[in-house]
């Protein structure tokens, strides 16, 4: 079903800006160029099956929390704002320099010596609750003198004294950014929550042009209807998802035309898609064509479908459904993932299938093959015709897993080697890369993969953060050595035969020549726990443990009454069938 509508308009920068949810921000990035060969059998693994693939003259980029150039580590650090780490000699790394910031930095650009950092007029989920600024458990800080979102542009050439340069504010919470060459994408939602002083609805997405580094010009913010979840972005295209607010369970898709190099932004299509989605791993764009896995609920059967759906956007104004394909009835979405000419989809209830999709034909997609394993994935990496997937174990409890599939033939897809951690019969150990797919480290040309996990100590009665080391041969995962961290570890990647480990608390380099005996070379500390008590924010170091949601002492009623002791994640939310705009909202409160 299509929808025409002609309710844009075109709006500068200088905005009163109500709060709402900065929602998930997307950032996948490359913080390394991962140089060790040494610590693994060698693994080669065709291509990456990212869902962006760039141009020399249209680079696409991601922001992230950590961006590397130079021997330097650039960091938003939610509560200490921009830190610089020199790690040119990686046995003793040093604070370069540092840049307060007000409201809670999320993610930044690296460009030319200029970080462009996002930051938001919250703090979002301390301790399970949302809150601004105004919560009296922030008396000692400073309150932002700004609502909603925020870029600031920083001349980082002097590491050890950056300046501010100036800033942008944005009309809402902004929910994804991507680089396209010379322009920087922001797209968000114009809603509020709980604590929002006036409530708007609606997406924005704006354009600001950093071709100049001495003269960053905001070019244009288009305003549509719809709500904001994520985006998927080519050379050209911007799509823009989330859910319909006007037909429940239904994602609703709006065209956005990027081809212009200098920022120019045009609303071209929308479209409703049935059921709903997770994340933009959900969609794809390949070959002029739209690709989306969605989780419907079919009234009045009571069922629940995994569908993929693929539209002809050739012509921008007129996108055009050209198939629908059943995956599955009767079992509910965990991963999506696409690669080329292919696609594969991860459900869960009582078998737990990894379906191989076939779309060669965009008119007639098929299922090629599928495989019944134990658990399921959250998310998926393609290597080639290796897969490998991370999310959760449930043979003895749920605990992390990481697993490695055999793609070659599409038809008889088979697991080769699964990797799971913590005690058997417990789910007190959790990962950060089953929610947020960042966190999760594959170097495929070291044949490494870098796993974070926490686990609570019963005994010492306080989680345990550390870095799972697996090596990755052709074949097989061998679990080997654990480093142990401070605070929740949210990245990690690999520099020679050292790796460096980062928390929003600390971080931390390693000497890994040796994969079963890895030895500390260095441990800074970014903000400490006497620090953050101080400032009210001890709850919120520890609040990505559970995604941003409360923990429930107990959930009463049904068959989900079991998991009561169980961090109510969205997870275990998806596990009981609360889906659609529950899981909608749910996530708009997710905390990084």
């Known amino acids: 079903m299509q929808i025409s509508f002609r309710w844009k308009t075109r709006i500068s920068a200088a905005y009163d800006v109500a709060y709402g949810p900065f929602g998930e921000w997307v950032c996948l990035a490359l913080a390394f160029i991962a140089l060790g060969t040494g610590c693994a ?3 080669n693994p065709g291509d990456d099956g990212g869902d962006e693939e760039p141009d020399v003259a249209r680079e696409i980029e991601e922001a992230d929390i950590v961006k590397y150039e130079d021997g ?15 790690v040119r000699d990686m046995e003793r790394p040093v604070f370069a320099g540092r840049l307060p910031l007000t409201g809670r930095a999320v993610e930044l650009f690296l460009r030319d010596d200029r970080v462009y950092l996002f930051t938001a007029a919250d703090f979002f989920s301390c301790a399970g609750s949302a809150v601004g ?16 979102s925020r870029m600031w542009v920083v001349d980082v050439s002097n590491k050890s004294s950056p300046s501010l340069l100036t800033t942008f504010d944005f009309i809402g919470f902004v929910t994804a950014t991507r680089r396209v060459g010379d322009v920087i994408y922001a797209a968000g939602n114009l809603r509020g929550v709980s604590f929002a002083p006036e409530q708007t609805s609606g997406v924005f997405v704006t354009s600001i042009d950093v071709t100049d580094p001495q003269n960053v010009v905001l070019r244009e913010t288009e305003v549509f209807p719809g709500s904001s979840l994520d985006i998927h972005v080519s050379e050209n295209a911007m799509y ?35 059921g709903t989605v997770e994340s933009r791993f959900n969609v794809d764009e390949f070959d002029n064509v739209f690709r989306i896995v969605t989780d419907e609920f079919v009234d009045p059967a009571f069922a629940r479908v995994v569908a993929l759906y693929t539209y002809d956007v050739s012509m921008p104004d007129n996108v055009t459904r050209l198939a629908r394909l059943a995956i599955v009835v009767d079992e509910s979405l965990r991963a999506v993932r696409f690669d080329g000419p292919r696609g594969y989809a991860v459900t869960f209830r009582e078998i737990d299938p990894l379906f191989v999709l ?11 093959g599928q495989l019944e394993v134990p658990g399921f994935s959250t998310h998926l990496v393609p290597l080639g015709d290796r897969l490998v997937g991370v999310g959760f174990d449930d043979t003895a409890g749920f605990r992390p897993a990481v697993s490695l599939y055999d793609v070659s033939d599409p038809a008889r897809p088979s697991q080769l080697s699964r990797i799971v951690v913590g005690e058997r019969f417990t789910s007190s150990t959790t990962s950060e890369a089953t929610v947020d797919e960042k966190a999760l480290r594959v170097i495929p040309e070291a044949g490494l993969i870098l796993l974070p996990f926490s686990t609570f100590d019963f005994e010492a009665a306080e989680f345990v953060d550390a870095l799972q080391l697996i090596q990755m041969e052709q074949t097989r995962l061998s679990e080997r050595a654990v480093v142990r961290h401070r605070g929740l570890v949210r990245r990690a990647d690999l520099q020679d035969e050292r790796i460096w480990v980062l928390s929003d608390l600390a971080f931390q380099s390693v000497e890994i020549s040796d994969l079963d005996e890895p030895r500390r070379l260095s441990m ?11 400032a009210g924010l001890s709850g919120c170091a520890d609040s ?3 995604h941003g949601q409360e923990f429930f002492p107990f959930f009463p009623g049904g068959p989900c009454g079991v998991l009561g002791l169980l961090p109510l994640t969205m997870t275990f939310l998806g596990l009981c069938g609360m889906r659609g705009r529950a899981s909608q909202f749910f996530r708009d409160q997710k905390s990084g």
């Open 72 to 86: 330097f580590l650039y960091l938003a650090n939610p509560f200490t704002g921009l830190r610089l780490i020199d």
């Open 524 to 534: 800074l500390d970014i903000a400490g726990e006497q620090e953050l008590l101080d």
């Open 358 to 368: 076939d779309l060669a034909d965009p008119t007639v997609p098929t299922v090629a």
């Open 133 to 148: 600024f105004g919560n009296e458990a922030f008396a000692g800080l400073d309150e932002p003198d700004y609502s909603g």
């Open 544 to 546: 990505a443990r559970y």
């Open 41 to 43: 059998t060698t693994f």
């Open 240 to 274: 823009t998802i989330g859910y319909d607010p006007e037909l429940f369970e239904t994602t609703l898709v709006t065209y956005v035309d990027i081809s212009d190099d200098g920022g120019d932004i045009v609303v071209r299509d929308q479209f409703r898609v049935p």
